[in-house]
Nanobody, 126 residues
Framework: QVQLVESGGGLVQAGGSLRLSCVAS????????MGWFRQAPGKEREFVAA????????RYADSVKGRFTISKDNAKNTMYLQMNSLKPEDTAVYSC???????????????????WGQGTQVTVSS
């Protein structure tokens, strides 16, 4: 059974940093493209960042480009999202997602992912 567990969320002041982690089990992590999405209250879940199975290709939403960095440690079955220069509009529940194995691209649409974590809350105060 595939499990994705996020951690690292919390309350931070604007301009601060957080690093989110997503630990995966029940899958061959090195063969899965992964992504981060977020959902703010009253809004739809939106794409944040994605990475290919090997970790060498990434994609970002325009709103986080230059501030967030996605990475993947296949030896630890863990994906990360380093978030710097946080803004109040980054406040949301952040969820990690995994696509089925052996798809070699980078994927930015919610319906392209097959497995989801429960999410971790990030709150940025002004």
């Amino acid at each position: 059974q595939v499990q994705l567990v996020e951690s690292g969320g919390g309350l931070v002041q604007a301009g601060g940093s957080l690093r989110l982690s997503c630990v995966a089990s029940g899958l061959t992590f090195s063969r899965h493209a992964m992504g981060w999405f977020r959902q703010a209250p009253g809004k739809e879940r939106e794409f944040v960042a994605a990475i290919n199975w090997g970790g060498g290709s990434t994609r970002y939403a325009d709103s986080v480009k230059g501030r967030f960095t996605i990475s993947k440690d296949n030896a630890k079955n863990t994906m990360y999202l380093q978030m710097n220069s946080l803004k109040p509009e980054d406040t949301a529940v952040y969820s990690c997602a995994a696509k089925s194995a052996y798809y070699s691209g980078v994927y930015g649409e919610r319906n392209e992912y097959d497995y989801w974590g429960q999410g971790t809350q990030v709150t940025v105060s002004s």
